[in-house]
């Protein structure tokens, strides 16, 4: 496939009151075009930031790390992301990338018509007269659902209803045929029917367009249904990679294994739910180590709360941030090399 996206070594802290603070701590990935991408992991995880992090859209008060590189593949050759000023961001903001927020309400101008927030993007960013855009605005709008699109497209944020706006959002996002688009939270407001209707509606243009979706939820069942491949975050750091059905059968991290067990189980509606321990800790007060040791089951004394645990491979596409995980292959390569060692010494040849 081909590749669209890379994140290597991202790195991102806020400069605050109490002092500068870790949000996203060394995260690397890559997206192809036409694959979704889920990104999981509880509130204050740093999903959110670090999809935004991919536009620069961040407060001003970020501070990138020096190491932090973002490579947006487009048609006319790689964007170097981390590198473009301000006058050149229209390159991705709203053009290559769209981005659906989780509060569609404090993303639309209060002031102005949901049809010509639509209308004035697709006059930015595409080729298109204002006749062609209104009819395609009106066109995304319906095909995301929602009831008398005409009607709707002529009023303003505050006179639709939740869901509604949320709809809106997406069909805006969803207009400029965007090389990448971000999904934050998209179906959390919508019920279960326009909820599939939009899940749907995103597969389509993956496969018309060859999109690429980064999906950002906490719903495990949403993940399932859409990605291709998830990413587990936790407190600023992935910490399980690998494609969405491997990782949902067989989880390796701790972590990835709670978020699970915590789910209700459909064939026992009685059966108690079994929620990860403790609480996500504030950045203010991130753990040494793994970052996840404050509140894991399986602990490795001496070690988990001192080292940061690096990326195990544990096929060609699974790999988890774990300790569990490192001792077993130094286990293992220490037993090959013990054994390797014996062949050698009673071999013939000696």
Known sequence: MTRLLEVENLTLQFDTDEGRITAVDDVSFTLDAGEVMGLVGESGSGKSVTAKSLMKLNATNAVYSPETKITLYLDDGPVDVMSLKPNDMHIIRGGAISMIFQEPMA??????????????????????????????????LDRVGISDPSTRFKQYAFELSGGMRQRAMIAMALST???????????????VTIQAQVIDLMKDLVTEFGMGII????????????????????????????????????????????????????????????????????????????????????????????????????????????????????????????????????????
């Open 177 to 191: 045929k965007p090389k990448l688009l971000i999904a934050d939270e998209p179906t959390t407001a919508l019920d």
């Open 215 to 350: 999906f950002i939820t906490h719903d495990l069942g949403v993940i399932a249904q859409t990605a291709d491949n998830m990413a587990v975050m936790y407190l600023g750091r992935l910490v399980e990679q690998g494609p969405v059905r491997e990782v949902l059968r067989t989880p390796a991290h701790p972590y990835t294994r709670g978020l699970l067990a915590a789910l209700p189980d459909l064939d026992d509606l009685d059966t108690p739910l079994s929620p990860i321990p403790g609480d996500i800790p504030s950045p203010l007060e991130r753990p040494p180590g793994c970052v996840f040791n404050t509140r894991c089951g399986d602990v490795i004394a001496g070690r988990c709360a001192v080292e940061v645990p690096e990326f195990t491979q544990l096929d060609d596409v699974h790999s988890v941030a774990c300790h569990l995980h490192t001792q077993a292959a130094d286990s293992r390569s220490e037993e090959r090399r013990v054994g390797t060692g014996c062949r050698s010494r009673w071999s013939p040849s000696h």
């Open 107 to 140: 993303s639309f101008a209060p002031a102005i018509s949901i049809g010509d927030q639509m209308v004035e993007q697709l006059l930015i960013h595409t080729n298109m007269n204002k006749k062609a855009a209104r009819e395609l605005s009106i066109e995304m």
